[in-house]
């Protein structure tokens, strides 16, 4: 089965709301420039660019291309990130049992 981006953030994000000790941080490109976004309790915020106050409308404008995730412990402490899985293919993060 093929997801879209869109589909793959929300299931992201409903994975995500179900364990609010986990951050998602997801890299890869829009328009060919580096970007990082990050998932926590069921919410999508990118740290590098722009994004709607929609939550109906994309997270980031297309292209986008995320081609690498890592588990996180939450919530992030900047200075002492914990990593608990990765990087993996952000499709990885769906199998429940990775949570």
């Known amino acids: ?56 409308a994309p997270v980031l404008l297309m292209p986008v291309v995320l081609d690498n995730a890592e588990l996180l412990e939450g919530p992030l402490q900047p200075e002492q990130v914990k990593v608990l899985m990765g990087p993996m293919t952000p499709e990885q993060l769906l199998d429940q049992a990775i949570w």
């Open 1 to 56: 089965m093929t997801r879209t981006l869109t589909d793959l953030l929300r299931a992201l994000e409903e994975r995500s709301r179900q364990c609010p000790n986990r951050v998602v941080r997801l890299t890869g490109t829009v328009d060919s420039e580096p970007c990082e976004l990050l998932i926590f309790r069921g919410f999508s915020s990118s740290t590098t660019h722009p994004t709607s106050f929609d939550p109906d």
